[in-house]
């Protein structure tokens, strides 16, 4: 149950990172407001969450060969839903469509890989002191 927790914690972190990564390289074409940015890290996680399996599982059916940017398309489809139901979120322009389900993709799996090594480290410091 614990790993469970720290395992969402860490997915919704890794889009958090994400977000805010696509944000700062777009700038005005890929914009939210601090609540919106809540709300958008939630949402986005939650859809990756439903719509990955549903996505992956279509891929293998009728386009075997989309197998490997099942992780793209679900995270344009992410921000797609996202984007509709967040109000405070605003995507301007099909070139930053592109850019940011590219940036957030990348931000979430390098913050993914990356994430766990400093909260393993942290907990072991914390093991040791104690």
């Known amino acids: 149950m614990v790993r469970m927790l720290i395992s969402a914690a860490v997915y919704v972190l890794a889009h958090a990172i994400g977000l805010l990564v696509a944000s700062i390289l777009l700038g005005d074409s890929f914009s939210f407001t601090p609540t919106g940015f809540i709300f ?32 793209l398309v679900t995270t344009f489809v992410g921000l797609l839903v996202t984007n509709l139901f967040v109000g405070g979120m605003e995507i301007n322009g099909g070139s930053t469509w592109l850019l940011a389900t590219t940036l957030v993709w990348a931000g979430a799996l390098i913050a993914t890989l990356v994430l766990p090594m400093f909260l393993v480290k942290k907990a072991v410091k914390n093991i040791r002191e104690d």
């Open 40 to 71: 958008a890290t939630l949402l986005l996680s939650l859809v990756m969450v439903l719509a990955g399996p549903l996505i992956e599982k279509q891929s293998e059916k009728n386009l075997p060969a989309l197998k490997g940017g099942v992780a």
